[in-house]
């Protein structure tokens, strides 16, 4: 069935703001069993280890194994996987990890140190994490661009160690998933998934080491999992459906607006695809292409239902409110498709990635433009970013005072902290005012 | 009663680790009843607005107000105050914004931007977030320096709008708080507190704007109700007890070392105070110091009980040792009171904030050095940082293809893409090859 009905939309109508509300409404609300079934599932981790994830791997992956060492992929595997896939696909892996390499370098943050008048030293040390977990998902949805997404921004960091997991139920490999692990340079690979694999990496097991931070998607039982050990690891931003908004001037072939709405609807049912333009007649002609080409693809039913459930053509005065309709949205991408893009995206002060011009087709940022595909859903652009270097790197302030800038701030210090009743903070800075003033 | 029985123990001993590990042990679980309590609070609010927050204020608070703009505080207000504190005071406050300022100054990124060789842009839009809450104790822990280190950070950032809560139980004020919210640029002060000033700033309310993020330290129920909140809005991290690991060579005076403990163990009897030295006569004469002194402070009994719960004083074989236990606690507070302490902080990799030589107690930076005092605590400088101008910026990647570069990259998208057997990521960005290729 690939019958689409798509929401259509005016910014100058009345109730647009509360029909836009509708369409962006996203229950992301916690289903309480799913939880209850992690926390089981976390708490036989921490208690048990290796024998809970191998129980929870032979039920939930129907992988059942004598040890942990079955559950471990070795650096051979990875290479043999690399020599197997066809040459097109290690050469397109390996000319997107240049890519990201390249452009996450760039992101690298470094520590600083300045002196003041009176001696004292200020700054801040950039130190990488020491080791880091990545989930990626298996079965039906493998994606190799993830794993170079998610581990090449810990290598650039600095990370020593990247432990990976991923899911093979019933024995099922990927082999271009442990090809772009060899290439990104993953140190090992245990075949776990869902939340027992989430528990191992938080707390450690006898065979898996724990990790500082846990990034990567994943079902609810894995975002479940992730949001349930925070504080323990840190983790990344929990995702949302994916979504696109196009903003285009009436000016690009229609087709091409088609095809990048549906490289966001494909996902899943629930992704969003929504696009803004002053010119109703373009939007007439972006549904006819819609209309033309949604029978035409693989993924054509689950096509259809996303855009008819979560997807909307969006009629606006001017480019200068499709900006405002946009920072209402903070979408996650965004793709300004227009004669000026670079004018457009000054006025964007929400997003996770912008799309410039015609060219770009959102499908290169997914997987070589060298920025990452890792974004914030759901809105969350307003207050969050990429994935990015630095998610793998941590600061530590640095404070160290002269004896005359101990004096100085000392007496600040005192006065401060008597008045919030704190004595011991005011002593410990007394102590080392010059006696003598 | 300031008896005092302080654990020693020696990391040459065996079953150092597991005393470690023990010592360190803190229960963070989450309450059921709190939990259960903070949702039904969340959900008033979010489906009845500013009822539901006076209803909340009146039964919490014992503060009775006719509408909520009783709940709001005036500028003028806040300038009534700055005016009636003691000069020392304002002038210490005005002090240590001034440094905080020039500190996070420091922290501001940039947006960047470059070209490759095809003509294809690429970078990074930084921005600063629209809207911030800032959640602010009162009662009996009303901190002033607080306020400053909340709110400067999102100032320098660009933030455009910063709103304050802060409980005023039975219409108590604490006019230092008040001054500080005027010296660091507040824009608008409710007094809220509570799961329901969280959910007033997630959420907004008829009164209350919605915020983008909150930060700021509360008790279990405004840090439940943060936690609960995430993903709706940013939050910060949800603090653990303060901790202060000092390092000493044995070469400081022992009163002012046990000061610098007391300084934390002061704060509450959860707080958690540790000393390392290779010199165990310096460990007993701190244990001197420790005892002479507590008895002459205000907050004796509380200094007693967080040292003899969860102090330490901890022998190891030299600094190489010591530096090794740091980076195993990450500790939150680390004082390196060692003749070269900057060759001792190149050891460290792990650690809130780092103070560096006798002379700099950590209460200076409580207060006025500069760098933030809301830092990572509970191990968690593994993976997280102090409180910057980095949490109110985000940033959005920018990629722009030019037509030669969206045909080269295309391809290897295409590719990718097909390989993961999503065909309109492919065509989307098939339709921008040159078809004369």
Request: charged residues 25%.
């Amino acid at each position: 069935m690939t019958d689409i009905s798509i929401t259509r939309l005016s910014a100058s109508e009345a109730g647009f703001d509360d029909a836009l509300n509708r369409l962006l409404a996203w229950d992301d609300s916690v289903d309480h069993q799913v939880n209850e079934s992690v926390r089981h599932i976390l708490g036989e981790v921490k208690l048990r280890g290796d024998a809970a994830v191998m129980e929870f791997t032979a039920k939930f992956d129907q992988l059942e194994v004598a040890s942990m060492a079955e559950l471990e992929m070795s650096q051979a595997r990875l290479e043999q996987a690399l020599e197997r896939i066809p040459a097109d696909q290690r050469d397109a892996l390996e000319a997107a990890a240049d890519r990201i390499r390249d452009y996450h370098q760039r992101q690298r943050q470094d520590s600083w140190q300045y002196e003041d008048a009176d001696g004292t030293v200020l700054g801040q040390k950039v130190t990488p994490l020491d080791r880091v977990g990545i989930y990626v998902p298996g079965g039906k949805a493998a994606y190799p661009s993830s794993v170079l997404m998610n581990a090449l921004p810990a290598k650039v960091a600095g990370v020593a160690e990247i432990i990976m997991v991923v899911p093979t139920p019933a024995g099922v490999v990927n082999d271009m998933v442990l090809a772009a692990a060899a290439i990104a340079g993953v140190d090992r690979v245990f075949t776990l998934g869902g939340a027992q694999a989430v528990g191992a990496l938080a707390y450690g097991t006898e065979t898996v080491p724990a990790v500082d931070k846990i990034v990567g998607p994943g079902n609810i039982f894995v975002a479940t999992a992730k949001r349930e050990v925070f504080g323990t690891v840190g983790i990344d931003m929990i995702a949302g459906p994916s979504e696109i908004l196009v903003i285009c001037d009436g000016q690009t072939d229609p087709d091409w607006i088609a095809m990048d709405l549906f490289s966001q609807a494909e996902h899943d049912e629930q992704a969003q695809s929504i696009l803004l333009s002053p010119d109703a007649a373009f939007l007439d002609a972006v549904e006819a292409s819609i209309r033309k080409l949604v029978v035409t693809m693989e993924r054509g039913e689950i096509i259809a239902r996303s855009l008819t459930d979560r997807g909307a053509l969006i009629q606006v005065k001017d480019l200068d409110e499709a900006a405002e309709v946009s920072n209402r949205i903070a979408p996650e991408h965004l793709e300004l498709s227009v004669a000026d893009p670079q004018a457009l995206a000054e006025k964007i002060r929400h997003a996770g990635a912008i799309f410039l011009g015609r060219y770009t087709a959102e499908a290169l940022g997914d997987y070589c433009a060298g920025p990452n595909h890792v974004l914030p859903t759901s809105g969350t652009a307003r207050f969050s970013s990429p994935l990015g270097v630095y998610d793998f790197q941590k600061r530590s302030s640095l404070i160290g005072f002269s004896a005359a800038g101990a004096d100085r701030m000392g007496r600040v210090a005192s006065v401060l902290a008597r008045g919030e009743g704190l004595t011991a903070h005011a002593r410990s800075a007394e102590y080392r005012l010059d006696q003598d003033q």
